[in-house]
């Protein structure tokens, strides 16, 4: 898909940075007394020295903080969550904003070495991404690869237990306060968002024109509709230890609260998970309300809250 | 050198904070008018006694230059000293030592430092409102052509304050270690001064260290109750000469030191990211005043964040460098402690009225030192520590204040 995030214009001053980038070089300027500077310039900020080189550097450093945002600083950043943003000091001396990849937050230490990774992904520049040394990320993010989807945890087949719908106390003891593991993941292509729109008839601007969305849209980018995503929980399987078994068929009631509480960019990853919230013994049979939570994936807040009621007959 | 102690603050007025969709839209002209007039009944004086301005010049909405002729104008007031200030945060207390200045200097005997922050009315033609709007989703960072964090943060997704102000975090986590209970009670105790002030956003709202610590983590180690909420409001003072302001209504508030300094407009390009401007800032306004940080009733300490608290209380010099969590432990922050921070609430718990967050603590240290706070009233309430911070401690303003005897 097209890269939906704000990119570099390169200046006159800057351009050769961004050229030492696409050659997969990091480059700095240093002034004649040997300062090394960075975001380029056409002084040196220590001296003043209007004589300055560009050179190239390995690009290494150590991480000088960091932060994992949980709320996406920008609509069009919800794909990378958790961002793990960060600034590189880099040996020579000076910081720079990045981003750190094939690294679990919970491992990452201020201070740690990093190695550049180069990432060719938006296609017209290169942008310079960090990665601990010791990680097995490769050192250059290709540009046509999609980064692929990680299979969630948890979704790979056990032996289930049978629970019979005529037994109550059995139904009932599936009631639970914990969610199941996450689903697959399931990515909302603009593609699908559109075919939706086309289907609905719901072909509204803010889900189908990206041009129109980067000029006046709040989150800048297209999002799916909300019912798009809510119907979209059929694609994500949910791994449950237990299937219902016993009846005639399911009658499927509708919710007893649907709630979207967060966007979908286009382009985004979902997941799913639920729990099972209650069990009613009614007249005409059991009675199920499930609790259904879709999120984009690395996202706490989740884009679907529906609570799906179900009768076993 | 410096301030003499011959400006004083007299009188100030602000909007009670509100959300942005259900607060009134006014024109900025109409709000500085409004504010204006009712800051002058406050001290007792009317539009004919103020001969300077002082406005903050960033999204301004009528104008985007010559603001301070389009305001004087439209007030009625021929101008002897004209400004408009752009230090975000810092701009509240910058007004008032710049207000101070030009008075001592002999420029003009009456300034009024006005921030209008409700958003103005919708317009069928062109809606520059919408345009901020639209702009604000970068979080205050430009993105035009030859903008270094344009070219530099964007495109990774560093924007706003709240990852900002968390590295900040991070970075002193890893070099003085950090202790999240100690900080959720910097929101703890001012969510206790605000239950005291009818005026604050969240009057009636008290929370707990748990509240805090069980609330969302936006962005490690920042919890959303860390976090200021921007609102619709706005603020403005009164400063004049202090042998004027002796014969006015309230006791004169003099501005007896001030100090600023500007580093950096994002923390990863400053040379140490802990070494905050309020250092030199603060420095310079206690030497200014003859004082120390020990001598001081109150501390209204600028309060984007709880981080922003904790390191203007350790490079202001109330602590040590690295000892601020046990200042944190050992103190009591309400308005009956042993160390009075944010009586009115700080802006975690009474509001962030747009940039002109800062105000509120001016106008809180003026009535705490007039003697006007109500319930919140000190005991001893002779000195103040004001502090501003704009951007991502980008910029930082300090005035140390003292009720005329």
């Known amino acids: 898909m097209a890269w939906n995030k704000p990119l ?125 040394v010791e990680s097995a990320h490769p050192g250059v993010i290709a540009g046509e690869a999609a980064p692929a989807a990680v299979p969630a945890p948890g979704v790979e087949e056990k032996p289930k237990r ?31 968002i559109n075919q939706f729109a086309a289907l609905s008839g719901d072909d509204y601007w803010i889900h189908t024109d990206p041009e129109r969305c980067k000029r006046e849209s ?24 237990y299937e219902v078994v016993d009846f005639v068929n399911i009658v499927n009631y509708g919710s007893d609260r649907l709630r979207f509480p967060a966007i979908v ?49 | 050198m410096g301030l003499q102690g011959r400006a004083a603050l007299v009188g100030a007025a602000q909007y009670k904070p509100e959300k942005y969709m259900s607060a009134p839209r ?46 004087g104008e439209y007030l009625g007031v021929p101008l002897n000293f004209a400004e408009v200030i752009d230090l975000g945060g810092a701009s509240s207390v910058g007004m008032v030592w710049r207000a101070a200045a030009a008075i001592e200097l002999g420029l003009c ?113 920042l919890r959303m109750l860390e976090i200021v909420m921007p609102v619709a409001g706005g603020g403005a003072m009164i400063v004049t000469r202090a042998d004027k302001a002796r014969s006015l209504r309230h006791r004169p508030v003099l501005v007896a030191g001030c100090g600023e300094h500007v580093h950096s407009k994002s923390p990863t390009y400053a040379h140490d990211m802990l070494a905050m401007p309020i250092g030199p800032a603060s420095r310079k306004a206690f030497a200014m005043a003859g004082l120390k940080p020990a001598d001081m009733h109150m501390a209204q300490i600028y309060d984007c964040y709880t981080i922003t608290v904790l390191l203007t209380l350790e490079d202001a010099g109330f602590c040590a460098k690295g000892e601020g969590m046990r200042f944190l432990r050992e103190h009591d922050f309400t308005f009956q402690g042993n160390f009075p921070m ?27 030192i007039q003697g006007r706070a109500g319930e919140r009233q000190l005991a001893r309430h002779d000195l103040a520590y004001v502090s501003g911070t704009g951007g991502v401690m980008s910029e930082q303003g300090a005035l140390v204040l003292r009720g005329d005897q």
């Open chain 1, 265 to 313: 960019p286009s382009g985004c990853s979902i997941h799913g998970r639920c729990r099972v919230k209650s069990v009613e013994q009614l007249k005409s049979g059991v009675q199920v309300t499930l609790e259904i939570n879709v999120h984009v994936v690395g996202q706490d807040r989740p884009s679907v809250i529906n609570d799906l009621v179900m009768l076993y007959m």
């Open chain 1, 162 to 192: 049978r629970i019979s719908c005529k037994d109550i106390a059995a139904m009932k003891s599936l009631v639970s306060e914990e969610f199941t593991g996450w689903s697959n993941a399931f990515e909302v292509t603009q593609e699908i």
């Open chain 1, 8 to 132: 570099p214009h390169p200046t006159s001053i800057s351009q050769p940075y961004w050229d030492g980038l696409r050659d997969h070089e990091v480059r700095l300027q240093q002034c004649e007394h040997g300062h090394w500077l960075f975001f380029p310039r056409t002084h040196c900020p220590t001296c003043g020295s209007r004589q300055l080189i560009w050179r190239r550097v390995s690009g290494e450093g150590r991480l000088y903080t960091f932060t994992v945002g949980r709320v996406p600083t920008l609509p069009e950043f919800t794909d990378e969550m958790p961002q793990l943003l960060a600034v590189v000091e880099l040996d020579e001396g000076v910081h720079l904003n990045t981003t750190l990849v094939g690294v679990d937050p919970a491992d990452v230490r201020v201070g740690q070495r990093l190695r550049p990774v180069f990432d060719d992904r938006p296609g017209e520049v290169t942008l310079l991404r960090y990665t601990p």
């Open chain 2, 109 to 221: 005997d009456t300034v009024l430092c006005v921030i209008p922050s409700r958003m103005a009315p919708m317009s069928p033609h062109d809606d520059h409102a919408m345009e901020v709007m639209r702009s604000s989703r970068f979080g205050g960072h430009s993105t035009r052509f030859g903008a270094p964090e344009a070219e530099m943060d964007l495109p990774y997704g560093h924007m706003a304050q709240n990852t900002g102000y968390a590295m900040i975090a991070q970075r002193y986590a890893a070099q003085h270690g950090y202790d999240v209970a100690a900080m959720a009670r910097i929101c703890v105790d001012q969510r206790f001064n605000a239950c005291h002030n009818p005026g604050a956003m969240f009057y009636g709202q008290p929370i707990t260290v748990d509240d805090v610590l069980n609330s969302r983590m936006v962005a490690d180690p």
């Open chain 2, 342 to 368: 944010n009586t009115h609430g700080g802006q975690l718990s009474f509001g962030q009225p747009g940039s002109a967050g800062g105000m509120t603590q001016v106008i809180e240290a003026m009535q705490q």
């Open chain 1, 218 to 241: 709040p989150f800048g980018t297209p999002i799916a509709h909300g019912a798009l995503v809510q119907v979209l929980v059929s694609r994500l399987k949910m791994p449950m230890d």
């Open chain 2, 26 to 71: 006014m024109f900025h002209l109409e709000q500085i008018a409004d504010l204006a007039t009712q800051a002058l009944d406050d001290a007792g004086m009317t539009l004919r006694d103020v001969d300077g301005l002082i406005t903050s010049g960033a999204y301004f909405h009528e104008a985007s230059s010559f603001v301070p002729a389009m305001v």
